[in-house]
């Protein structure tokens, strides 16, 4: 889309164009103030880099002369502007005005240094890394990204768009997203307004990240990813007409806790979270807290879903669990190597207590704890079973 707009800026007045040109330092100076509130210090380091990236290419790109070369300072710009990228994008949050804050900051200035010192005259040695042919030069074409950046880039993008590095899928894609729009800046080196779009919409990406990170962040449970109580509590309130809600128990979480630890306690959890999110009837899946969900049926009638939860009692107490140790493949593998010691597996059973709005339980909080008393009495009854 940013590229689209690009293409079309022929058609803009004077106008808005001289207002697109501070469109990327508003984005950035509101992505700052979110990221360090939100203390997501890689997409402020993220912004920091395409900030300084933005203000070479408007202000010393393409001028000749002076000390520094220009075409030199491109060069490495277009290689390490995507190492950062995907750097940012893995590491770890340790806050932005702490210790590990510092380290990135310095990480930048040490780039800085090593740039001035490749692009000054005597320098081209140091230089040498962001140059050199990988293939013949004819086979790329005339792009002006040397074959280093574009290798790169290329690796830093399919590392983004896997999401598997950085364990949180949407968040890579984000990250995809601004490598894509920075290499659009970069390649279109001489148009000057190829800087105001794409590092803006670059900018926009990250926003976007930040505010959907913290949703995540409040909404949803870190160990199961379903929604958590507050998302809960917020549906709870928008409710109208027939509904039914169920609260599903894991049985005998305590017992898998104490006898294997809870490494095995927490695959359980997610083992559990990711069939019943799979609920039929309409119903949506929470993590009420501890090892306790809560499946929410809008428009619904008890009568109507307990089919569906005795599927998804049935569905996990089916379901075979090998509880996985530190020396278990996270795949499983296709040939079995013979004498290998056999692994013990397990089976997990829920027990679901069901209510509905009703004369009797009017609001949303009498229907979840006429709910819970439906689970209580299943798990009196001998567990493994649906009680309404």
Not at 313 to 328: C, H, L, M, S, V
Not at 341 to 362: M, N
Request: aromatic share 12%; with cysteine; glycine share 8%.
């Amino acid at each position: 889309m940013a590229w689209i707009f690009f293409l079309r800026l022929w058609t803009a007045s004077a106008l808005f164009i001289a207002a697109l040109n501070y469109a990327p330092y508003l984005i950035f100076f509101v992505g700052f103030v979110l990221s360090y509130w939100f203390n997501r210090s890689g997409i402020f380091f993220t912004m920091s880099i395409l900030l300084l990236c933005h203000l070479w290419k408007v202000n010393y790109f393409p001028a000749p002369g002076g000390v520094l070369d220009p075409i030199m300072i491109y060069n490495s710009v277009c290689f390490l502007v995507p190492v950062n990228i995907l750097l940012f994008s893995l590491f770890k949050e340790r806050g932005i005005l702490t210790a590990g804050g510092r380290n990135r900051a310095v990480m930048i200035l040490l780039q800085l240094i090593y740039i001035a010192a490749a692009t000054t005259p005597g320098g081209e040695d140091i230089a040498g890394l962001f140059t050199w042919n990988i293939v013949s030069p004819g086979l790329l074409g005339a792009t002006p990204i040397t074959q280093p950046a574009l290798l790169v880039f290329v690796i830093a993008l399919v590392a983004l768009m896997t999401g598997h590095l950085s364990g949180r899928v949407s968040m890579a894609n984000h990250y995809a997203g601004v490598l894509i729009t920075v290499f659009a800046a970069l390649y279109y080196r001489n148009q000057h307004m190829a800087g105001p779009v794409f590092f803006s919409a670059s900018g926009i990406m990250l926003l976007v990240a930040v505010i959907q990170d913290s949703y995540s962040k409040a909404y949803l449970d870190e160990l199961t990813e379903l929604p958590g109580r507050r998302a809960l509590k917020e549906d709870l309130l928008k409710l109208d007409g027939s509904y039914a809600i169920a609260m599903l128990d894991i049985d005998f979480f305590k017992k898998f806790n104490d006898t294997y630890g809870h490494d095995v306690g927490d695959q359980v959890l997610k083992l559990v979270a990711s069939i019943i999110k799979k609920v039929g009837g309409g119903g949506k899946a929470y993590r009420y807290g501890g090892e306790e969900f809560t499946i929410l049926f809008p428009g619904k009638r008890m009568d109507g879903v307990v089919p569906h939860l005795e599927e998804l009692r049935e569905t996990i107490a089916k379901r075979a669990f090998t509880p996985r140790g530190k020396d278990r493949p996270s795949k499983k593998p296709d040939e079995v190597k013979p004498g290998r010691k056999s692994v013990k597996k397990l089976f997990i059973t829920v027990s679901i207590g069901v209510s509905e709005k009703s004369k009797h339980h009017k609001t949303a909080d009498e229907v979840v704890k006429a709910a819970d008393a439906s689970l209580y009495k299943a798990k009196k009854n001998g567990r493994n079973q649906v009680s309404c």
